[in-house]
C-alpha cells in the first residue's frame, strides 16, 4: 500500500522550495501568455513549445521560491538539453509542427 502525504503537509512542504502555489501559477501564465505572442511562437515544434513552457514553469519557481534550489536550475538546463538532443538527432520531432 502506498502512503500518500496529506496535501496540506505537501503543500507546505515545497512551498519552501517553490513558493506559493498562486505565484507560480500567475508568474508562469504571465510569461507564456507573452511568448505566445510572438510570431516564432508559431514556427517551433511542439517539443520546443514544450521545453520552454516547462522552462516557464521552472523559472517562475525560482521566482516565487528558493532562487538556490539547485534542481529548478538543472531541470531548466535538462528541458533544452532534451531539444538540443532531438537537433543533434537530425531534428526528429523538432520539425514535425503541431
Request: charge should be negative; include cysteine.
Amino acid at each position: 500500500m502506498i502512503r500518500r502525504m496529506p496535501l496540506d503537509d505537501v503543500l507546505a512542504e515545497r512551498s519552501k522550495t517553490h513558493g506559493a502555489w498562486p505565484d507560480n501559477a500567475r508568474l508562469a501564465q504571465q510569461m507564456k501568455e507573452e511568448w505566445r505572442k510572438c510570431e516564432g511562437w508559431q514556427r517551433l515544434s511542439c517539443s520546443q513549445r514544450e521545453a520552454l513552457e516547462m522552462i516557464a514553469h521552472k523559472i517562475a519557481r525560482v521566482l516565487a521560491g528558493d532562487a538556490n534550489h539547485k534542481d529548478h536550475w538543472m531541470d531548466i538546463g535538462g528541458y533544452a538539453e532534451l531539444i538540443v538532443r532531438e537537433l543533434e538527432n537530425g531534428g526528429e520531432n523538432v520539425s514535425k509542427q503541431g
